[in-house]
T-cell receptor, first 118, second 112 residues
Framework: GAVVSQHPSWVICKSGTSVKIECRSL??????MFWYRQFPKQSLMLMAT?????????EQGVEKDKFLINHASLTLSTLTVTSAHPEDSSFYIC??????????????FGEGSRLTVL | KQEVTQIPAALSVPEGENLVLNCSFT??????LQWFRQDPGKGLTSLLL?????REQTSGRLNASLDKSSGRSTLYIAASQPGDSATYLC???????????FGTGTRLTIIP
């Protein structure tokens, strides 16, 4: 149980276009979802936290108008990179928390989505 | 602000050896600590989760310890295998906050 799936796993786009990445919890309802960004040979940096039906909370330095997060249901969160530029090229990973595991604080991670902006 | 550091950044050992990866964190008020494995270009695989009240967790050839007061954790890998080659990340969550702060990772290479 507790499987998180991301789609697409990789995407290449032209500079100036927008890209949407989906994060789904397949067999559980995710109370909270988190979006991370990982640049080559660096660790994961939290971008934002989202709860179903409410606005995402962004970390300092993350542009909320550029990285739009929608958490419309308990099983789906989307990250849209608007007007993408080459510096947005990165590996984006989502994670989800599960109410049944809330006491342990365990988070479940997606497989990641690699974005390359030309 | 919580900061997590992992030493060494990279490690190469011959197959069959036992090894230890280190993780340190600055704020000891943690809720839990997790160790993950990441293969190149892939997502994270959870290895072990230690609650703040625990001292260690074991899974197969892996053993993770936690010394909260000193802000340290170690991941012990016994009888290493080439398939253990990956980047190992530790991450901590602080009390009252589900957010994870990740370490810089240790890139492990097991030499056949």
């Amino acid at each position: 149980g507790a499987v998180v799936s991301q789609h697409p796993s990789w995407v290449i786009c032209k500079s100036g276009t927008s890209v949407k990445i989906e994060c789904r919890s397949l067999d559980f309802q995710a109370t909270t979802m988190f979006w991370y960004r990982q640049f080559p040979k660096q660790s994961l940096m939290l971008m934002a936290t989202s709860n179903e039906g409410s606005k995402a909370t962004y970390e300092q330095g993350v542009e909320k108008d550029k990285f739009l997060i929608n958490h419309a249901s308990l099983t789906l969160s989307t990250l849209t990179v608007t007007s993408a530029h080459p510096e947005d090229s990165s590996f984006y990973i989502c994670s989800a928390s599960w109410q049944q595991k809330i006491n342990t604080g365990e988070l479940f991670f997606g497989e990641g989505s690699r974005l390359t902006v030309l | 602000k919580q900061e997590v550091t992992q030493i060494p950044a990279a490690l190469s050992v011959p197959e069959g050896e036992n090894l230890v990866l280190n993780c340190s964190f600055t704020d000891s008020a943690i809720y839990n600590l997790q160790w993950f494995r990441q293969d190149p270009g892939k997502g994270l695989t959870s290895l072990l989760l230690i609650q703040s009240s625990q001292r260690e967790q074991t899974s197969g050839r892996l053993n993770a310890s936690l010394d909260k007061s000193s802000g340290r954790s170690t991941l012990y890998i016994a009888a290493s295998q080439p398939g253990d080659s990956a980047t190992y990340l530790c991450a901590v969550s602080t009390i009252g906050n589900e957010k994870l702060t990740f370490g810089t990772g240790t890139r492990l290479t097991i030499i056949p």
